[in-house]
């Protein structure tokens, strides 16, 4: 008798612990999503917006989630590239562009033309605004990684909720987001990855452990054996959450042989991981002469922290410095990065 209260109790324990967990997640759609008629509505939003080519399929929403569309570096042009040949090929589809930049569609677009020269139509360009960016936007004191990952999964449910696209793609490397859009949206809203950069990589985790300072690896930590061993712990569990997070990616791109093997290696998909190179169109360049130009010194890059590019910042400073009618170009993501030269 004791055996069998005690089976009894048990299964009511695990019943109610399973009630719970369906009710938490039951409660995360809601809240995600919003209801039904919530949905209908941003489609109805969407739908008069735009206007697609529906005589051989009907309307598609495939959902970009980059929170930077305006910005001009490499990454916004595999978006826009993205975009184009969806448009060409696929005109029944509706790209959705979730984006933090507070621009209309048509200051997107002609940005769009005029840094990348892509004629984008905006009959099949739906802009959804996100007011949450800040949470990835910001430069955190401590646990930075983990703390800009938490935000982006904050700003994916904000993308959920103004529209559920029918394909969700992170052109940017938010992989935190994946399980979320899983969670809320099962399977049917894929999940397609394009990274450019792990968030996390062994060499990242090399530079910790040989003590090495950097911009990863502050000048602090590396000199102290026991904030050296807290943050290889840190980035240990780290990568493993990012590598969960990355496996519910359907479809995996990447821009390089390099960004391959580690996402490869911290995914472990490598036959749903494929290298698709970033666009590069060269044909204005070719037409460009050999004679009569101006000395300029140019850097195909974005001067942001994370690329490391100190030492080229200095040396431009210091040359900025010595002909001052020499101007540094734009294309600042963040005003704090113009800051860098001065």
Request: net charge neutral; charged share 15%; proline share 6%.
């Amino acid at each position: 008798m004791p055996t069998l209260e005690i089976f009894i109790h048990q299964c009511f324990v695990v019943g109610t612990l399973l009630m719970a967990a369906v009710a938490v997640y039951l409660g995360i759609q809601v809240l995600t999503l919003g209801t039904q008629a919530h949905q209908d509505a941003a489609r109805a939003r969407a739908k008069e917006a735009t206007n697609p080519d529906t005589t051989t399929h009907e309307v598609y929403y495939i959902g970009f989630f980059h929170p930077f569309p305006a910005a001009g570096g490499g990454g916004e042009r595999v978006l826009w590239t993205m975009i184009k040949a969806l448009q060409d090929r696929y005109p029944f589809i509706v790209s959705v562009v979730y984006s933090g930049d507070g621009l209309t569609r048509a200051e997107l677009l002609a940005g769009v033309q005029a840094k990348f020269g892509l004629e984008i139509s905006p009959r099949t360009v739906h802009v959804v605004e996100l007011r949450r960016r800040p949470w990835v936007d910001r430069r955190y004191p401590r646990l930075t990684l983990l703390l800009q990952s938490l935000g982006s999964m904050w700003l994916a449910a904000e993308a959920l909720h103004e529209l559920r696209p029918d394909v969700f793609i992170d052109t940017v490397g938010y992989a935190f987001s994946y399980p979320l859009v899983r969670m809320v949206c099962g399977e049917r809203v894929p999940v397609v990855s394009y990274t450019h950069y792990p968030t996390i990589s062994s060499d990242m985790q090399t530079l910790v452990a040989s003590r090495e300072s950097g911009v990863s690896n502050s000048s602090a930590i590396a000199s102290s054996p026991l904030l050296t061993l807290l943050k290889r712990m840190y980035y240990w569990l780290f990568a493993h959450a990012y590598a969960w997070s990355g496996s519910f990616a359907a479809t995996i791109m990447v821009n390089s042989s390099w960004t391959h093997a580690h996402v490869v290696q911290l995914f472990g998909k490598p036959r749903m991981t494929r290298v698709v190179y970033p666009p590069c169109d060269t044909e204005a360049l070719a037409d460009l002469p050999l004679t009569g130009r101006h000395q300029l010194v140019v850097s195909l890059a974005q001067f942001r922290a994370e690329k490391n590019h100190a030492l080229q910042v200095d040396a431009f400073a210091q040359m900025l410095a010595q002909h001052p009618e020499m101007t540094a170009p734009e294309g600042w993501r963040k005003p704090q990065e113009s800051a860098l030269l001065s």
